[in-house]
């Protein structure tokens, strides 16, 4: 069983595939932990090569990923799904699992850790909320195509595991 957690930056999909790929004894790969091995930062690459060069280089990573023949559970990066028919090639070889946050939390969430994040590092408070409500605006559009969603408002980390492995019946 493969299973890909998508969502805005922020939504926990690393943090649930963790516990979720414990909870299953499957493998955990993070896409973007994945690609900073194989390549360099992608703070560094967005700031040296820019976004286009990077979600190329991310597409290719995927495919090879996605291709391979192992289960496991994959986190990838909030915009992965957004760009060249990935959402397609998600929901083809894995089952895909949207963690719906709200914008709020999701402000909440990332003003602590904006550093960190290439697209909102140099955004000033007012700016990173209306970032967030415009940019999940655009990209629900192609969240929404997963196989499967999960609200995580007011739920806890161990209930969304649940809800996951309740709906791939595991």
């Excluded at 990332?110 to 209306?130: A, G």
């Amino acid at each position: 069983m493969k299973i890909t957690l998508i969502g805005y930056m922020g939504s926990g999909k690393t943090t649930i595939g963790k516990m979720l790929s414990k909870k299953l004894d499957l493998d955990f790969y993070d896409l973007d932990v994945l690609f900073e091995k194989k390549y360099d930062s992608i703070l560094n690459i967005f700031k040296k090569k820019g976004e286009l060069f990077f979600r190329n280089r991310e597409h290719y990573l995927l495919k090879k990923i996605l291709k391979q023949k192992n289960k496991y559970v994959l986190s990838v990066g909030g915009g992965t799904p957004c760009f060249y028919n990935n959402i397609y090639l998600l929901n083809k070889y894995s089952n895909t699992f949207y963690l719906k946050a709200n914008g709020y939390t999701l402000f909440k969430r990332l003003f602590l850790e904006k550093n960190t994040r290439p697209l909102i590092s140099h955004l000033s408070k007012n700016e990173l909320f209306i970032f967030i409500i415009k940019h999940l605006s655009k990209r629900s559009n192609f969240y929404d195509k997963s196989l499967g969603k999960i609200n995580t408002y007011g739920k806890s980390k161990n209930d969304i595991v649940q809800e996951i492995m309740k709906s791939i019946k595991w």
